[in-house]
């Protein structure tokens, strides 16, 4: 299963983005989703996380309070709006699909993840 993220770019700092992640159709409405972002050299890293049941979100101190994780099981699509983007937010955006109510911080449980989408945030 391969999930299918979108919506990056470039963007001056103090932009907004928002990227979106299409999952597998049959399971998306009770799976957990999360994306996560690397930059090269780096370690990949938490950004944010939704749970299905409630619908629970959980953000990275980094992020918190300029990003926002989204779904719509219709449409089987979870979204980052990503709002005051700083340079520090440049880097492959990931998203990740899991089976259940839960959501890590370090990729465990998550049984399907994205290509990737570039962000670049200019200053």
């Known amino acids: 299963v391969q999930l299918q993220a979108s919506g990056g770019g470039l963007m001056q700092s103090g932009g907004s983005l928002r990227l979106s992640c299409v999952g597998p159709?049959?399971?998306?409405?009770?799976?957990?989703m999360g994306w996560f972002r690397q930059t090269p050299g780096k370690e990949r890293e938490f950004v944010a996380a939704?749970?299905?049941?409630?619908?629970?979100?959980y953000y990275s101190d980094s992020v918190k309070g300029r990003f926002t994780i989204s779904r719509d099981n219709a449409k089987s699509t979870v979204y980052l709006q990503m709002n005051a983007l700083k340079p520090e937010d440049t880097a492959v955006y990931y998203c990740?699909?899991?089976?259940?109510?839960?959501?890590?911080?370090?990729?465990?449980?998550?049984?399907?993840w994205g290509q990737g989408t570039q962000v670049t945030v200019s200053s």
């Open positions: 159709a049959r399971t998306f409405s009770t799976s957990s």
């Open positions: 990740a699909s899991g089976y259940g109510d839960f959501y890590s911080t370090d990729g465990t449980g998550y049984q399907y």
């Open positions: 939704i749970k299905f049941r409630p619908t629970n979100t």
